[in-house]
């Protein structure tokens, strides 16, 4: 499709010097693992690679962490060479964020490849400066014509396969980045703090799955720090650096950033927690969240109950694109039947609803997706009578947490919001449901896709029933035969969108590591429902 010029990889100058320095084979380097507040000696370092997020036509948030107390800066360039540059004064980064730290640029260019280095500077000596990080990131478009694309997915390090140095880490990512993408949607479950790992597993075929350690991955995380372990692990991998450095993030949670299937108010029962007060571990998760990837600090706050106040949000990625990255987690009612006749809390809490009528109602994007962090019509049981999603098995009229989608995709059709599909991931297949008023107990809607992919680096499971409230039907579908298969057993999966920027037809593809696609869709723009 007619595009602007891409990057198939960034120089090895712009990237590799700064994303390739945890080996991945090593469980915890000696320059990562040691307590950074006591690593003093020498200069300041980046090992933990960089990251950029809350990409627009003309800014961004770019990350890094470092091993000690130390200024941030960042240079930006057109080239590779860097031979004009500007520079952006970050802030002094510490033990108050883990020595996490992001810094704002303003006034880029829109559409365009954006060179960067970030350098860490003594903070009483700036003139002791490590070794520059690079990456590279491209602007959203302001013309309609460059066209977009994304990829995304989800569930990364769960049911105890981590970071396998045998077969060379999330391999997946280093198949993501060449593929070049304008970001990546991770769709939740971003950690699994609720998922120790163990130094080997072994498989039913008799091989050894072996994992990279860590004192955090060991055990549940309950504490702040523990819960920035689980988020420090996943950079622990090559590939997972590398892809950082060179394609942006747009990034939401789900459960197991705090626990499996928790939600506000809960206590827990579980013996492995000392801490049973969800709320508490949610919010210290948020912060740990809020830490180690580039939001926005309007997204991701503590509120006055503990909890986040506002990871849902808009992004807008220029004309053909609204993407509006929901939270079914934080203000959602407790986990039950899910069969009440009247619910106004639902999955998304009421306030939330109102938020994206409205934010849908006013987009002028071409294309609205609606990225949501569980699945709509797919039974995701919680135990033996309650449910931790939308559906709960009962084919009829909406009841539940139902009654709010069921809402919200009346008005949708009333409102003639035209272009949207709904992206999720959470249950570790990939597939492609057709929601259709004339298959449907509830039928006051406009027919609509929901495509599902992943896992990244996790456990693959069989494919969930379907409930017929909204009348769903799988086109297709791609999923183990057996529960938690080992990412050495069945290949991991992510879905590709592509807006062409002449005609706006979107297509998505659904994905596997290592091949290619699995299932292709072309739809129109300018309906109602498709």
Same mark, same amino acid.
């Given at each position: 499709?007619?595009?602007?010029?891409?990057?198939?990889?960034?120089?090895?100058?712009?990237?590799?010097?700064?994303?390739?320095?945890?080996?991945?084979?090593?469980?915890?380097?000696?320059?990562?693992?040691?307590?950074?507040?006591?690593?003093?000696?020498?200069?300041?370092?980046?090992?933990?690679?960089?990251?950029?997020?809350?990409?627009?036509?003309?800014?961004? /948030?770019?990350?890094?962490?470092?091993?000690?107390?130390?200024?941030?800066?960042?240079?930006?360039?057109?080239?590779?060479?860097?031979?004009?540059?500007?520079?952006?004064?970050?802030?002094?980064?510490?033990?108050?964020?883990?020595?996490?730290?992001? $810094?704002?640029?303003?006034?880029?260019?829109?559409?365009?490849?954006?060179?960067?280095?970030?350098?860490?500077?003594?903070?009483?000596?700036?003139?002791?400066?490590?070794?520059?990080?690079?990456?590279?990131?491209?602007?959203?478009?302001?013309?309609?014509?460059?066209?977009?694309?994304?990829?995304?997915?989800?569930?990364?390090?769960? &049911?105890?396969?981590?970071?396998?140095?045998?077969?060379?880490?999330?391999?997946?990512?280093?198949?993501?980045?060449? /593929?070049?993408?304008?970001?990546?949607?991770?769709?939740?479950?971003?950690?699994?703090?609720?998922?120790?790992?163990?130094?080997?597993?072994?498989?039913?075929?008799?091989?050894?799955?072996?994992?990279?350690?860590?004192?955090?991955?060991?055990?549940?995380?309950? $504490?702040?720090?523990?819960?920035?372990?689980?988020?420090?692990?996943?950079?622990?991998?090559?590939?997972?650096?590398?892809?950082?450095?060179?394609?942006?993030?747009?990034?939401?949670?789900?459960?197991?950033?705090?626990?499996?299937?928790?939600?506000?108010?809960?206590?827990?029962?579980?013996?492995?927690?000392?801490?049973?007060?969800?709320?508490?571990?949610?919010?210290?998760?948020?912060?740990?969240?809020?830490?180690?990837?580039?939001?926005?600090?309007?997204?991701?706050?503590?509120?006055?109950?503990?909890?986040?106040?506002?990871?849902?949000?808009?992004?807008?990625?220029?004309?053909?694109?609204?993407?509006?990255?929901?939270?079914?987690?934080?203000?959602?009612?407790?986990?039950?039947?899910?069969?009440?006749?009247?619910?106004?809390?639902?999955?998304?809490?009421?306030?939330?609803?109102?938020?994206?009528?409205?934010?849908?109602? &006013?987009?002028?994007?071409?294309?609205?997706?609606?990225?949501?962090?569980?699945?709509?019509?797919?039974?995701?049981?919680?135990?033996?009578?309650?449910?931790?999603?939308?559906? &709960?098995?009962?084919?009829?009229?909406?009841?539940?947490?139902? /009654?709010?989608?069921?809402?919200?995709?009346?008005?949708?059709?009333?409102?003639?919001?035209?272009?949207?599909?709904?992206?999720?991931?959470?249950?570790?297949?990939?597939?492609?449901?057709?929601?259709?008023?004339?298959?449907?107990?509830?039928?006051?809607?406009?027919?609509?896709?929901?495509?599902?992919?992943?896992?990244?680096?996790?456990?693959?499971?069989?494919?969930?029933?379907?409930?017929?409230?909204?009348?769903?039907?799988?086109?297709?579908?791609?999923?183990?035969?057996?529960?938690?298969?080992?990412?050495?057993?069945?290949?991991?999966?992510?879905?590709?969108?592509?807006?062409?920027?002449?005609?706006?037809?979107? $297509?998505?593809?659904?994905?596997?590591?290592?091949?290619?696609?699995?299932?292709?869709?072309?739809?129109?723009?300018?309906?109602?429902?498709?």
């Amino acid at each position: 499709m007619p595009h602007r010029p891409r990057i198939p990889s960034p120089g090895r100058r712009t990237v590799l010097r700064g994303s390739l320095l945890v080996p991945v084979a090593a469980a915890v380097p000696a320059a990562v693992g040691a307590a950074p507040a006591l690593a003093l000696a020498g200069r300041p370092e980046a090992a933990w690679g960089v990251q950029v997020g809350s990409v627009t036509a003309s800014s961004a /948030l770019v990350w890094v962490r470092s091993d000690r107390p130390a200024r941030m800066l960042v240079e930006t360039s057109a080239t590779e060479s860097f031979r004009r540059t500007r520079r952006w004064y970050g802030p002094l980064v510490g033990p108050g964020t883990d020595f996490t730290g992001t $810094t704002p640029l303003y006034g880029l260019p829109a559409g365009e490849q954006v060179h960067y280095r970030v350098t860490l500077a003594d903070p009483y000596d700036p003139r002791r400066t490590g070794k520059p990080v690079y990456g590279t990131f491209r602007t959203a478009p302001a013309r309609r014509r460059d066209g977009v694309r994304f990829l995304w997915s989800g569930d990364i390090a769960g &049911q105890g396969w981590g970071i396998n140095p045998d077969i060379g880490g999330y391999r997946v990512y280093e198949e993501m980045r060449r /593929l070049d993408p304008d970001f990546f949607l991770c769709s939740g479950d971003t950690v699994y703090a609720d998922g120790p790992l163990q130094p080997s597993v072994a498989l039913p075929d008799g091989r050894i799955w072996r994992n990279v350690m860590t004192e955090e991955k060991a055990k549940v995380a309950e $504490t702040l720090d523990e819960y920035r372990g689980h988020f420090r692990y996943n950079l622990l991998d090559r590939n997972v650096r590398r892809f950082n450095a060179q394609v942006p993030s747009v990034v939401q949670w789900d459960d197991h950033e705090v626990r499996n299937n928790w939600y506000p108010g809960q206590i827990l029962d579980d013996p492995r927690y000392t801490e049973k007060n969800v709320d508490l571990l949610a919010a210290r998760s948020a912060r740990a969240f809020q830490e180690y990837f580039p939001v926005s600090a309007s997204h991701g706050p503590l509120g006055s109950s503990g909890r986040p106040s506002r990871m849902y949000r808009t992004v807008h990625h220029g004309p053909l694109l609204d993407v509006f990255v929901l939270d079914m987690r934080s203000h959602r009612n407790r986990n039950s039947p899910n069969r009440q006749a009247d619910d106004t809390t639902g999955i998304l809490g009421a306030e939330q609803l109102r938020w994206l009528k409205r934010a849908l109602a &006013q987009s002028r994007a071409v294309w609205k997706v609606i990225a949501a962090d569980m699945p709509l019509g797919l039974v995701v049981p919680d135990g033996a009578t309650d449910f931790e999603a939308v559906a &709960q098995g009962d084919p009829g009229a909406p009841l539940g947490r139902e /009654l709010q989608i069921a809402e919200l995709l009346r008005f949708i059709k009333h409102r003639k919001v035209t272009g949207t599909l709904w992206l999720t991931a959470d249950v570790h297949y990939t597939s492609a449901q057709h929601y259709a008023p004339e298959r449907a107990a509830f039928k006051d809607f406009a027919p609509f896709w929901e495509f599902v992919s992943g896992p990244l680096a996790a456990g693959g499971f069989p494919a969930n029933a379907l409930d017929g409230t909204f009348g769903p039907d799988r086109v297709f579908v791609r999923a183990p035969d057996r529960a938690n298969v080992s990412p050495m057993e069945s290949p991991q999966f992510f879905g590709e969108v592509a807006i062409d920027g002449d005609s706006a037809e979107l $297509t998505v593809r659904l994905r596997a590591e290592g091949g290619g696609v699995l299932f292709t869709k072309v739809l129109r723009p300018g309906r109602v429902g498709q």
